[in-house]
C-alpha cells in the first residue's frame, strides 16, 4: 500500500512537473521580451579578424551599425547615452555616445549626435553633430588649426569638416562626421588589446566574445548587451 501511494505520489509530480515545464516553454514562445517588440531583432555577422588579430579599429554609424574592434557587426537602437569603449583595468580613458531618436527623442530609430571623451587629467573633449566640439568646456567652432589638448594630451585637427582627435599618449584616435553620424576609433596601444569594454567590445582579437556586460558576463541578446552599457542617467 505504501508503494501504491508513492507511485500515485510520483505520478502527480511527474504531471506536475510536465505541466509546469509546458507552461514555462509557451511563456517563454507567446510572450517575447518588451525590448524585441519595440526593436528590430537585430542582425548579427560574425567575420572573424585576420589571424584573430584585433584589427584595432571599431566603426558606428547610421542608425546606428556598429562595428567593434574585433569586427562583430551588430545593430542598436538605444536612445540613452553608452560607453563605447573604455578602460576597463583602470581610468585612464572612456569615450560615449549620446544616442537620439530620429523623429522622437526616445523612439527608434536612432543616430549618434555627440561623443564624449574623459579620463584621469584629461579635460572633457566633446565632439558635436554640427562637427564643432570643445575641450574642457570650451567650444571650438569652425577652426581649420590644429588645437593641441592641454598638457600634452595631444590634438584635435579638422579634415574635411570631420574632427580629429590624437590621444598621443593613449595612443588613441577618434575620428567623427556629425553629418553621417559616423564615429572610428582607432586604439593603437597593443597593451590595451583585451582590457578595453563597452559597446565596441574587449579587442581581444575574438569577435565571439564581444558582448560582455559591465558585470563581466557575456550574452547574447543584442539589446540586453546594448542597454547594460547606458550612462546612468542619461535616458531622457
Ligand atoms: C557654430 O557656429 C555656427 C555659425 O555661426 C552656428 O550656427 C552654430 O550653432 C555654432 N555651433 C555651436 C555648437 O554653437
Ligand atoms: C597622432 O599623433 C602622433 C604623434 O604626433 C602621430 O605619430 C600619428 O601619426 C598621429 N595619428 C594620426 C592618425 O593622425
Not at 526593436?39 to 567593434?68: E, F, L, W
Not at 526616445?106 to 579635460?123: D, L, R, S, W, Y
Amino acid at each position: 500500500m505504501f508503494s501504491e501511494r508513492m507511485k500515485a505520489v510520483s505520478t502527480y509530480a511527474l504531471l506536475f512537473v510536465m505541466m509546469y515545464i509546458c507552461l514555462a516553454e509557451s511563456k517563454h514562445i507567446w510572450k517575447p521580451s518588451p525590448a524585441s517588440t519595440t526593436t528590430q531583432v537585430p542582425a548579427t555577422r560574425h567575420r572573424r579578424s585576420s589571424q584573430g588579430k584585433a584589427r584595432a579599429a571599431a566603426i558606428g554609424y547610421g542608425d546606428p551599425h556598429m562595428m567593434t574592434f574585433d569586427a562583430q557587426e551588430y545593430d542598436f537602437e538605444g536612445y540613452c547615452s553608452y560607453v563605447l569603449v573604455k578602460d576597463c583595468l583602470q581610468k585612464s580613458f572612456k569615450i560615449t555616445a549620446d544616442f537620439r531618436g530620429q523623429y522622437a527623442p526616445n523612439k527608434p530609430p536612432t543616430k549618434m549626435v555627440a561623443i564624449t571623451i574623459t579620463g584621469e587629467g584629461i579635460p572633457e573633449i566633446r565632439l558635436l553633430e554640427d562637427n564643432t566640439y570643445s575641450i574642457g568646456g570650451q567650444l571650438h567652432n569652425n577652426t581649420r588649426k590644429t588645437v593641441n589638448i592641454h598638457r600634452d594630451w595631444g590634438f584635435i585637427t579638422v579634415r574635411g569638416s570631420r574632427p580629429t582627435v590624437n590621444l598621443t599618449g593613449l595612443k588613441l584616435i577618434v575620428i567623427w562626421n556629425g553629418g553621417t553620424h559616423r564615429v572610428r576609433i582607432n586604439l593603437d596601444n597593443t597593451d590595451m588589446h583585451g582590457h578595453v569594454c563597452g559597446l565596441m567590445g574587449n579587442a581581444d582579437g575574438n569577435p565571439d566574445n564581444d558582448y560582455i556586460k559591465p558585470d563581466g558576463s557575456i550574452v547574447y541578446d543584442v539589446n540586453e548587451f546594448g542597454n547594460s552599457w547606458a550612462v546612468p542617467g542619461s535616458c531622457p
